[in-house]
C-alpha cells in the first residue's frame, strides 16, 4: 500500500487514531459533566466500570499469553521438525553425490 492510500486526505493513519481517541475522552468528559445523576453516585459507577474493565483486560492479557506462549511451542516443534527434515535431505544429497563419484 501506498502512503497515499494509507492515509485520509493527507493525514496519517496515526493522526487518524489520535484524533479519533481525543474525541472519544472529550465525549465521554462531557457526559460526565452533563448527567443528570449524583457525584457518589456517579463515582460508585465509574469504579465500578473501572473495576470491569481492569478484569477484562487482566482476563484478555492472560488469554493472549498464554496463546503466545503456545504458539511459540508450536513454532519451536515446527523448527525443530524442520531441521530434521532439512538434516535428512542433506545426508541425503551427500550419500548420492558420493555413490555418484564412486561410479564415475
Sequence with gaps: MSKDENSIKGFSGDTVALVFFIGALL???????LTPEPGMSMRK???RGAKAAQE?????????R???EVLGKDA????????????????????ALQNRSGDQ
Excluded: C, D, P
Design 45 to 47: 459507577r465509574l469504579l
Design 56 to 64: 477484562e483486560f487482566t482476563e484478555v492479557a492472560n488469554e493472549t
Design 66 to 68: 498464554e496463546a503466545l
Design 76 to 95: 519451536r516443534q515446527t523448527l525443530r521438525r524442520t531441521a530434521s527434515r532439512l538434516n535428512t535431505a542433506i545426508e541425503a544429497t551427500r550419500e
Design 27 to 33: 465525549g465521554a468528559g462531557a457526559a460526565l459533566l
